[in-house]
């Protein structure tokens, strides 16, 4: 990655990923690929901000080890431990995959800064990767949540479309299309106005998903509240309800800042140019905590998920001790009650749950 004093007037006159604006006023100014914008935006925050900049890489270390431990046991369970592939589950498993993908660019990030500094070309498989994957992760929140209301609320409706080989091509769909957007954009060179592929992108990419999670919250809300459910109907809705509730936090805590940022940038290009550069590291920070946070809505997407994990653990504590006094209590247990009772520390409790199928 260039320096600031390599960089030119178009990389100093404004960090922003917006920056279009200016460089469309200025006729004279070469014509820059977007990415190349992005790409200037380390150099410039370890340039002015040194402390901050070290804060960030610490933080990003932290999320980089926490993705790769979480997403990495999620899909282990998904894909070894999950026997029902279910659209949910499918969508579930890309959403891992984008996670460990977004956990992986983090040090790739640090590692073109340090090691190949002044060429723009390196760092665009990073930029690309990291755009791709936090659009691939909007994307796949949205499914989750559609396909979760579709069981939840309108199943019989809904039942031939919530096929896995439909999940599947809707992936499939996902990754093109989040591909061809995110080379798009990037693409856009400074003298083109890119401006506008930023609110289209914003508008299709971040306000129309939000939009529907928020829709399908209050659907279910409402679903809820009517009268003569049964408690297995209920429990089923109020889980799906804690989903989507939870992709919304998500939705607002992780990518509102940067696509706020966004639009902001390109509505008002004068924004100081230090602060605008601290908003969007910190921004891009809070984004690339998802790859954290979305564990929380793999408990909810299977009802077997946290009793799966839990075996799993309980199997591995149980490894190491004397198995005679389990048989001998589990004899007596048996006398005594007349049926054949497992232990939930045995293996046992764990082929119980894994047996358990995931919701429809």
């Known amino acids: 990655m260039p320096s600031a004093s390599t960089a030119g007037p178009l990389a100093l006159a404004a960090p922003n990923a917006t920056v279009a604006a200016a460089a469309w006023a200025n006729s004279s100014a070469p014509e820059v690929p977007l990415f190349h914008l992005f790409a200037l935006l380390d150099e410039e925050l370890h340039a002015a901000f040194p402390g901050l900049w070290l804060a960030l890489v610490a933080v990003h270390g932290v999320i980089f080890l926490a993705g790769l431990v979480l997403n990495g046991l999620a899909l282990y369970v998904f894909c070894c431990r999950t026997r029902a592939k279910t659209p949910s589950v499918i969508y579930t498993i890309n959403l891992v995959v984008t996670d460990l993908l977004v956990g992986l660019s983090l040090p790739t990030r640090f590692a073109v800064f340090y090691g190949t500094r002044g060429c723009l070309r390196c760092a665009f498989p990073h930029v690309f990767s990291y755009f791709l994957n936090m659009h691939c ?34 992936c499939a769909l996902v990754w093109l299309a989040a591909g061809a957007v995110t080379l798009s954009v990037l693409g856009v060179t400074a003298g083109g106005r890119p401006c506008c592929h930023i609110f289209a992108l914003t508008v299709l990419e971040f306000l129309l998903p939000l939009l529907v999670i928020s829709v399908f919250t209050g659907r279910i809300v409402c679903a809820l509240s009517r009268p003569g459910l049964l408690r297995q109907g209920r429990q089923r809705r109020v889980r799906a309800m804690q989903l989507l509730l939870t992709v919304l936090v998500i939705f607002l805590v992780c990518f509102t800042p940067f696509h706020a940022r966004q639009v902001a940038v390109a509505l008002w290009p004068d924004v100081p140019r230090q602060a605008s550069l601290v908003v969007y590291h910190v921004a891009v920070t809070l984004s690339s905590l998802n790859s954290c946070m979305d564990p929380i809505v793999y408990c909810f997407v299977t009802s077997s998920f946290q009793a799966t994990v839990r075996g799993l653990f309980r199997w591995r504590g149980a490894e190491g001790e004397p198995s005679i006094g389990h048989a001998v209590s589990m004899h007596k247990s048996s006398k005594a009650s007349g049926q054949p009772r497992i232990l939930s520390t045995g293996p046992g409790a764990l082929t119980q749950a894994l047996t358990n199928g995931p919701e429809a």
């Open 137 to 170: 992760s909007i994307l796949f929140l949205t499914c989750i949540c559609v396909d979760r209301y579709l069981a939840i609320v309108q199943p019989d409706g809904s039942r031939r479309w919530r096929q896995p080989a439909c999940a599947r091509v809707v």
